[in-house]
Structures are given as C-alpha cells and as structure tokens.
C-alpha cells in the first residue's frame, strides 16, 4: 500500500521536487528571477531592473553584433552581474553585516547598473524605433540629477526640440555623454545620502554604548554614580529607586528617558517622510532618540543633583526623580529635530521621478 507521501509526491511531483532542489529561488538561465533568498524589497526592485536590462542585452546578441561591439556586450554582461550579485547574490554573513552597515552594496549595484545601461545605449541599432525615443528616455534622467545650465543637457534638449524629440544615430554619443553624467550626478546623491545615514549609525552606537556603560558602572556598586542621582532633603536621602537607593539607579533613570523619548519620537513620526532610498534614514533618526533620551536623563539628574539649573535644588521623592527624567528624556526632541532637519534636507537632495523635473533648476 503506497504511503501518503508517496501519493503527495505523485500528485505533486513539481512542488516537491522543486523545493527539494532550491527552496529559494527558481531562477533563469541568467540566473534573474528574485527567490526568498532576496534580503528586501529594494534588492527585488533591483533585480528585476537587471533582469529587464539582461533581456534588452538577449535580444542585441541575439539579433548579431559586430565583432567591436560584442567587447561592449560582455563589459555588460560583467556589469549585470555585479550588480546582481550585489542586490540579491549569495554571500557570507560577514559581508552581508558589512553590506548592510555601510550600505557599500547598494552604491555597487547602482553604479553597475547605471554603467551597463549607458553602454546598451550605445549598441541600439540606427534603424531602430528604440533609438528615435531614447532622447527623451536620457532628457528625463537628466533633467532630474543635472542643473539647467549643464551644457550636455542644454545641448541634448536643444537638438530633440528642433528634431521633434526624436533622436539620430548623429546624436548618439552626445545622449551617451549626458546619461552618463546624469548617472554620476545621481550616484553622488545616494553617496551623501549613504554618508549621513552611517554617520547616523555611528552616532546610534556611540551614544547606546556610553548609555550602557553608565548602567554597567551602577550595577556593579559603582558608588559615585548613585551619588550623582541621589538628593538630601530635609527627610533624608532620596534615590530614583527608593531612600537608600540601589544598583539600577541609573537604569531606571535611563529607561525612563528612553521611555519618555521613545513616546516623543512616535508623536513626530507624523512629521518623517518615508524615502524610496534604501539607507533607511527615518529609522536611523527615531532609533538616535533611545539613547540620546537615556543619556539626556540621566544627565539632567545631574545637573539638578549639582544646582546648575536655577530655582532647582533637591527633589524630595523617587516620583520627583521619575517625573523629571521623563521631561529630559522629551527634552532630547530640542536636538534631535535639528537633525531631522537635516536629514530632510539629504532625502529630498535624492532625485527620482517623483521628485518632478523642477528640483533641479536650482541646481
């Protein structure tokens, strides 16, 4: 009598023998196709944009090329690869970890893409249709990334306006010249773009570190910072954990502030674009608000511990402590929207098509 698996295999023999051989993925003969193995949404946008430039690719070679062109067909095919190898190849944990905290990956999936679709510009027969409209394919792109007064683009746009947008063989290289420096203006963009949200992580680490040093010392009966949070007013001392205080004096201070800038950051998410860029620079300015509430807590503590702050002296019970590290740790909105300003000013300094063409007039 034959098992229920076997009927299942009988029945099913694609689906089983399928997820037996790769699970993953079921890729082409390019090996395009994004699988599960695709680690986010922007790596299966960009595999597909490669899979479209791989066919475009198919087809010239398909169609015949000369000898002098086909060197341009395999810096191509070089070009694809890289970038899909970037975007959704496999790869050890240690470079993906690199990948993803330096974001090194995405600039080198961008530039091989941009660099594969400049040269399959150059091998669109004259005779083409695909020819005549890739002006206003290039005009667009460079509209968005170049200023006005490029004189690549001030060239290009002159030329299709008195040939009706449509674009000759005579034409060619001038377009090539322009997509391409369309291109190095964008990946500049993503590069800034890329620089502050590491400057953003680097700032999330550092400031989380001295937070949990601070937590570190109290645990381990570190006197001096239970000092500096615990107040002596007329009823006897008072600490943020009781009278006589304790080792996680300066955690609950802490995770109060944390707390406090946590519920700050939620209410001005109302005010966060999201980004089509892949550098998740958003996240980076809400996750910078833990630690900075932590750290702002804890040392306004301090600072009224010390008198520093007029018409403030002793506060005279743990809630008093609590309630005052709550304010501090919103407090932290003061400096931290400054640098949602400024993260802002970078997203919006990144151009697609959705940005409309005006934004780069003042370029």
Known sequence: MMSLKGKIAQILPSC???????PGADPDSDNDVAGKR????WAQRTTAHVAHLQALLNRRLETGLPEEDRKIA?????????????????????SILTGSLTG???????SNIHKAEVKLLKLVPDDENELKWA????LAQARQHLGRDDPRLAALEGRLTTNGQEMGPDLRELAVATLLAAHEAEETERAKARSFRNILLSAVFATSFIAALF???????????NLLLCFNPPGGQVCPTGKNGGKADALLVEGIGAGAAAFAGAVAIRKIQGTTTPYSIPVMLILLRLPAGALSALFGIILIHGRFIPGLTDLDSAPQIAAWAIVFGVGQELVTRLIDNQGKKVLENV???????????NR
Do not use: C, M
């Not at 089983?16 to 790769?22: A, R, S």
């Not at 395999?74 to 240690?94: F, M, Q, S, V, Y």
């Not at 090194?104 to 961008?110: E, F, M, P, Q």
């Open 38 to 41: 695709r680690r986010s949404s």
């Open 351 to 361: 151009r697609g098509s959705e940005r409309g063409f005006g934004n780069s007039e």
């Open 215 to 225: 937590i570190f010392w109290s645990l381990k009966g570190g006197a001096a910072i």
């Open 16 to 22: 089983t023998n399928d997820e037996q051989n790769d």
């Open 135 to 138: 002006g206003t394919v290039v």
């Open 74 to 94: 395999e810096k191509i095919r070089t070009h694809l690869d890289a970038a899909r190898n970037a975007a959704g190849g496999r790869a050890g944990p240690i």
């Open 104 to 110: 090194s990956h995405i600039d080198r999936a961008y």
